[in-house]
Nanobody, 128 residues
Framework: QVQLVESGGGSVQAGGSLRLSCAAS????????MGWFRQAPGKEREGVAT????????NYADSVKGRFTISQDNAKNTVYLQMNSLKPEDTAMYYC?????????????????????WGQGTQVTVSS
């Protein structure tokens, strides 16, 4: 019964910043992967960033490298996505996701194993 609760979405002008938060609860394992995904209208869902809670190793999509930063606060069971220099193309529904890292270790890349726990999504809209 893993639950993920997202917050922090909203509307911002191009070049602005937002910080998304994802609070997790109900995990029965201590090591897991957390990820941010997004889906724009008419497009497939894509991975944005991931983090390994056991050591902090991260992965980023090429489109957000240098602009987005994923981080964690294990004491709060929360993962963040700091989004800077936002572009209109970043407009999408952003989803927080999680999975056990027992099999993968610190490799939390979204293409390796299925992220099977999902939040409800939070809308990010970037205007020009």
């Amino acid at each position: 019964q893993v639950q993920l609760v997202e917050s922090g979405g909203g509307s911002v002008q191009a070049g602005g910043s937002l910080r998304l938060s994802c609070a997790a609860s109900g995990y029965t394992f201590s090591s897991y992967c957390m990820g941010w995904f997004r889906q724009a209208p008419g497009k497939e869902r894509e991975g944005v960033a991931t983090i390994y809670t056991g050591g902090g190793a991260t992965n980023y999509a090429d489109s957000v490298k240098g602009r987005f930063t994923i981080s964690q606060d294990n004491a709060k069971n929360t993962v963040y996505l700091q989004m800077n220099s936002l572009k209109p193309e970043d407009t999408a529904m952003y989803y927080c996701a999680a999975r056990s890292a027992v099999l993968s270790g610190r490799d939390c890349n979204w293409g390796r194993y299925e992220y099977n726990y999902w939040g409800q999504g939070t809308q990010v809209t970037v205007s020009s």
